[in-house]
């Protein structure tokens, strides 16, 4: 199956400060991209849908301000959590596709704890 | 997209057939049943997807009845390393969002 490269694989970080996580397609071209967040002992909560070369779409009370995405080439989305507080804290997981018909392929998450 | 119902959690014995139960009574003509599986601390890892008919891979096979309310996953010798979360999930495929809502899966734990 494809591979999708996810970067990296656990961050901890001071409170206030942003983190960058970059999800990388490595043998096709990923038209969408969609970053998750988990909880422990949850399911995967899909927090925003990125496509290559425009603005990502959030989901119902994902703030974009403190989420931003950028997905400038087909190749690689980011997520930037910005002035990251303990709540935060979470399992960050992407996912992208080659295309509408295509399966979707996951990262292997990032584990961000925030102190 | 429609919404899923799975076991909360199921035990197989190690060797045996693993078989996961999925209602999805209100999918309609042009969504597909796809399965997931999650193992701790990694990225889903996708298994197999079906429309109508029975699929099978190396992985497992899909049972869908023929109303399309529910699907079963199999995965025909049990082994350790498939205690994971199964997710079921029906989307539309060939939309333009095409993104996948993961409901909170059944935990399939493998005994020796």
């Known amino acids: 199956g494809a591979v999708v490269s996810q970067h990296p694989s656990w961050v901890i970080c001071k409170s206030g400060t942003s983190v960058k996580i970059e999800c990388r397609s490595l043998?096709?071209?990923?038209?969408?991209m969609f970053w998750y967040r988990q909880f422990p002992k949850q399911s995967l909560m899909l927090m925003a849908t990125s496509n290559e070369g425009s603005k990502a779409t959030y989901e119902q009370g994902v703030e974009k301000d403190k989420f931003l995405i950028n997905h400038a080439s087909l190749t690689l989305s980011t997520l930037t959590v910005t002035s990251a507080h303990p709540e935060d804290s979470s399992f960050y997981i992407c996912s992208a596709r080659a295309g509408p018909n295509e399966k979707l392929f996951f990262g292997s998450g990032t584990q961000l704890s925030v102190l | 997209d429609a919404k899923t119902t799975q076991p909360t959690s199921m035990d197989c014995a190690e060797g045996r057939a693993a078989n996961l139960p999925c209602n999805h009574s209100?999918?309609?003509?042009?969504?597909?049943v796809y399965w997931y599986r999650q193992i701790h601390s990694q990225g889903p890892q996708y298994i197999i997807h079906g429309l109508k008919n029975n699929e099978t891979n190396e992985m497992a096979s899909l049972i869908i009845t023929e109303d399309r309310k529910s699907s079963t996953l199999i995965l025909p010798h049990a082994t350790l390393r498939d205690t994971a979360v199964y997710y079921c999930i029906v989307r539309v495929a060939g939309s333009n969002t095409g993104k996948l809502i993961f409901g909170q899966g059944t935990t399939l734990q493998v005994k020796p």
């Open positions: 043998d096709f071209q990923a038209t969408t």
């Open positions: 209100t999918i309609s003509g042009n969504e597909y």
